[in-house]
C-alpha cells in the first residue's frame, strides 16, 4: 500500500514572462484531505489545472502509486471543479445533476441523497445561472459528490458559504474520504483550511514552500505547538 | 453517448440564438417563398395564353431555388451563431472542462454537439419542407430526384457549416471571436464568388472551392460525386481538427503536430475524389445532358478528345459553348480535354486582334477539324466524322411540357411563415427557457 496515492514532480509553468510555477513537486497522501494554500497568486488553480491535465504545463510529470500518467489519462484519476464556474448556465440544476450522475454512473438515489444532503431541494428547477453564490458552490460541491474518480480537486470550495454551511460541508468531504476518495482543496482562507484539512501544501509565488499536518509545519516553522496555520503561514511564506 | 445528446438537446432548446434564428428565418424564408410564386404566378398567366411559351416554366427554377437561396442566406449569416455557442457557451461556464474529466469520450461528446447543431439546421429546413408542402397543396408540380438533390446540396452544406463553426469555436477563445471567425468562412465565400463571377482569374480558380460553388451543382440538378466526396473529406478533417484544438490541456506543439497530420491525410484522401465518376443529371429535362442515342454514340470514341477553343472565359458564346456543349461531353467523356489559351491572359488585354478568335479546334487520335460554331446541331456532326463514329439516329426527347401555375392567393403562406411560425418560435423559446 502505498502512503502517497499521487506524487507531482517538478511542475513548471510560464505566463509570457511570468513564472506562474517553479518546478513545484508535492505529495498527495491517500484517503486525506489535503490544502493547497498560499495567498493570491501563488500558483494555486494554476497548479490544479496543471495537475488534472487542462492546462498545459512546460515540464513536470505526474504519478499515481508510483505510475506515471500521462495528460490524456488524467481525468480517469483526477476531477477538478474550478472556482466561480456556472456550468451549463441555461440548464436547471436538477437536470445538470442527473446528466453527471448518469455519465458517472452513479444510482438516482445517490444523486438524490446528494441534493438533500447539500440542500439543493429547493433549487432543482432553478437554472444553475439564477443560483446565488453559495447555492451555485454547493452546487459544485455536489458535482464533485457525484464524480469517481479517487481524487477530487476543489478550488476554493468554502468560498461564498456561509459558516453554517461550511460546517455541514466538511463532514460530507470527511465522508468522502472515509469511502476511499482523496481531495485535494485550494483554500486562501487559512481557519477554513484549518478546519477542514489534514494536510498543508503551502505555495507562494509559484514555489514549493513545504507540506504536512499542521503540527510538523509548526515544528518546521519553529511556532509553538497548537499555535495555527496563520501562524505558521506567517513564519514560511 | 446518449445522454450527452439530451444534455446538447436540452442547453440548445433552451439558447436564445436558436430561437432568433427561428423567429427570422421564418418570414424570410416565407417572402421569397411568396415572391417567387407571384413571379411565377404573373409568367405563367403569359404562357396560360401563349402555350409556346409554357416550356420555359419550371417550378424548380422559377419557385423552389429562389426560396432555398433564403434558407441558403440564413445558414450562411444566422446558423453559424447558434453552432460556435455549443461549444463557446460551454467553455465560457466552465462546462466544458468538466465535460471533458467524465468518462465521456471526446469524440463521442463532439458527435452530440454536432447532433444538436444538426437539429438547429433540421429546424430551419422544415420552413424549406413547409415551402414544399405548401406548394404541392396548391397544385404546384415537384420533380423528386432533383428536389431531393437540392436537400442533399443542403445537407452537405449544413454539415459543412456546422464543421466550419465547431472548429472556429475550438481554437477562438470567445463566442464572438468564433463567430467571426464562421462568418469569415462562410460570408467570404459568397464575397469571393461575387468577386470572381465570370473571370478566368486565380480568384475565380479559388473561388470553385467555396462553400457557395459547393452548393451550386445541388441547385442545378446535379449530383456530382466529387463534392459529396470533397465535403465529406473536409468535414471529417474539420471534426478531426475540432478534437485536436479543442481540448485545454493539449500543448500546442501536439496541436500543430495533430493539424499537419490531418491536413496530409485529408489531401491524400482528396486524390481518389478527385477521380470520381462525373455527376448524374436529376433534372426532369435532362438539361445537362446529350440524348442517350448521342451519350452512347459519344461513348463509342475510343481515342482522347482535346478541344482548343479560343474564346474569353466572359464572352456569352463560350458561356453557350460550356452549357451547351463542354459540360454534356465532360460528363459523357470524361476525359475529354477542353484548352482555352484566351483565358491566361487577363479580360483587359485582349485586343480581339487574335485571328483565331471564336475558334474551336476539334482532335481525335491524330485527326482534327476546326469550328466556329457553338451549338450541338453543327460541332456533334463533326465528331462523329472526326471520331469516325457512326451518327446516333435521331432519338429527340419530347420537349419539356413546363408547368404553368397562377397561384391566385397566398394568404396561408403569408399566415403560416408572417405570423404562425414566428408566434410558436417565440412561445417555444418561452417553454423552453423557464423549464
Known amino acids: ?237 | 453517448m446518449r445522454f450527452a445528446i439530451q444534455l446538447e438537446l436540452r442547453s440548445l432548446l433552451g439558447s436564445r440564438s436558436l430561437w432568433i434564428l427561428s423567429l427570422l428565418t421564418g418570414p424570410l424564408i416565407g417572402y421569397t417563398f411568396i415572391q417567387a410564386i407571384a413571379l411565377y404566378s404573373e409568367a405563367s398567366r403569359t404562357a396560360l395564353v401563349t402555350p409556346q411559351l409554357a416550356g420555359g416554366l419550371d417550378p424548380f427554377d422559377g419557385v423552389i431555388i429562389p426560396t432555398y437561396g433564403a434558407i441558403y442566406l440564413a445558414l450562411t449569416l444566422l446558423f453559424p451563431f447558434v453552432a460556435v455557442q455549443t461549444i463557446s457557451a460551454d467553455r465560457d461556464s466552465g462546462a466544458l472542462r468538466l465535460l471533458f474529466q467524465t468518462p465521456l469520450r471526446s469524440s463521442a461528446l463532439l458527435a452530440a454537439k454536432a447532433s444538436a447543431v444538426l437539429f438547429a439546421w433540421l429546424l430551419v429546413e422544415l420552413l424549406g419542407l413547409l415551402v414544399l408542402l405548401i406548394w404541392r397543396l396548391s397544385g404546384g408540380h415537384i420533380f423528386a430526384p432533383e428536389t431531393l438533390c437540392l436537400l442533399l446540396g443542403h445537407f452537405l452544406y449544413g454539415i459543412i457549416v456546422t464543421a466550419i463553426s465547431l472548429f472556429a469555436a475550438a481554437v477562438a477563445e470567445s463566442a464572438s471571436s468564433a463567430a467571426l471567425l464562421a462568418l469569415a468562412c462562410t460570408l467570404g465565400s459568397w464575397v469571393l464568388d461575387f468577386a470572381a463571377a465570370g473571370g478566368d482569374s486565380w480568384l475565380a480558380k479559388i473561388s470553385g472551392l467555396s462553400l457557395t460553388a459547393l452548393l451550386k451543382p445541388f441547385e442545378q440538378g446535379l449530383l456530382v460525386w466529387r463534392v459529396v466526396g470533397g465535403i465529406a473529406v473536409s468535414t471529417a478533417g474539420l471534426f478531426a481538427l475540432t478534437l485536436l484544438w479543442w481540448h485545454p490541456g493539449r500543448p500546442f506543439l501536439l496541436k500543430f503536430r495533430g493539424t499537419a497530420a490531418v491536413l496530409v491525410a485529408c489531401a491524400v484522401l482528396f486524390v481518389p475524389v478527385r477521380h470520381l465518376s462525373p455527376s448524374w443529371d436529376l433534372t426532369e429535362d435532362q438539361r445537362h445532358s446529350f440524348s442517350p442515342g448521342v451519350r452512347t454514340a459519344l461513348r463509342q470514341i475510343r481515342d482522347p478528345l482535346r478541344i482548343t477553343v479560343y474564346l474569353a472565359p466572359e464572352d456569352p458564346r463560350m458561356m453557350d459553348f460550356n452549357r451547351s456543349i463542354l459540360a454534356k461531353l465532360r460528363r459523357a467523356l470524361p476525359r475529354t480535354e477542353v484548352v482555352n489559351p484566351e483565358a491566361d491572359q487577363p479580360a483587359m488585354f485582349r485586343t480581339g486582334e487574335d485571328p483565331n478568335y471564336g475558334l474551336a479546334i476539334y482532335e481525335v487520335g491524330s485527326r482534327r477539324a476546326e469550328s466556329h460554331s457553338t451549338s450541338p446541331e453543327e460541332v456533334l456532326p463533326l465528331l462523329w466524322n472526326l471520331a469516325g463514329v457512326p451518327p446516333p439516329a435521331a432519338d429527340d426527347p419530347a420537349a419539356y411540357p413546363g408547368y404553368p401555375l397562377v397561384v391566385t392567393s397566398s394568404r396561408n403562406a403569408e399566415l403560416i411563415f408572417y405570423v404562425l411560425w414566428p408566434a410558436l418560435s417565440f412561445v417555444s423559446w418561452l417553454l423552453f427557457s423557464r423549464r
Request: proline share 4%; hydrophobic share 45%; aromatic share 6%.
Open chain 1, 1 to 237: 500500500m502505498h502512503r502517497n496515492m499521487l506524487t507531482v514532480q517538478a511542475l513548471s509553468k510560464k505566463f509570457g514572462t511570468l513564472r506562474a510555477l517553479d518546478r513545484v513537486s508535492l505529495d498527495v497522501p491517500r484517503n486525506a484531505i489535503a490544502g493547497i494554500i498560499g495567498p493570491n497568486g501563488a500558483g494555486k488553480t494554476t497548479l490544479l489545472l496543471g495537475m488534472a491535465g487542462l492546462l498545459p504545463m512546460d515540464s513536470g510529470r505526474l504519478y499515481w502509486e508510483d505510475q506515471f500518467i500521462p495528460d490524456r489519462t488524467r481525468s480517469r484519476i483526477l476531477f477538478y471543479i474550478e472556482d466561480a464556474i456556472r456550468p451549463h448556465a441555461q440548464l436547471p440544476v436538477e437536470f445538470v445533476l442527473r446528466f453527471y450522475a448518469s455519465v458517472f454512473g452513479r444510482k438516482r438515489t445517490l444523486a438524490e441523497s446528494v441534493i438533500d444532503r447539500l440542500q439543493l431541494r429547493d433549487f432543482v428547477r432553478a437554472r444553475v445561472s439564477d443560483l446565488s453564490k453559495g447555492t451555485a458552490k454547493r452546487f459544485l460541491i455536489a458535482l464533485g459528490l457525484l464524480s469517481t474518480q479517487p481524487i477530487l480537486m476543489l478550488d476554493e470550495p468554502f468560498d461564498g458559504l456561509d459558516l453554517k454551511q461550511m460546517l455541514e460541508v466538511v463532514p460530507l468531504l470527511r465522508e468522502l474520504t472515509s469511502g476511499g476518495r482523496t481531495l485535494v482543496l485550494s483554500i486562501h482562507q487559512l481557519r477554513d483550511a484549518e478546519r477542514a484539512c489534514d494536510q498543508f501544501i503551502l505555495l507562494s509565488n509559484g514555489k514549493f514552500v513545504s507540506q504536512g499536518t499542521l503540527s510538523e509545519l509548526e515544528t518546521q516553522a519553529g511556532c509553538a505547538p497548537g499555535s495555527g496555520l496563520e501562524q505558521v503561514f506567517l513564519r514560511l511564506v
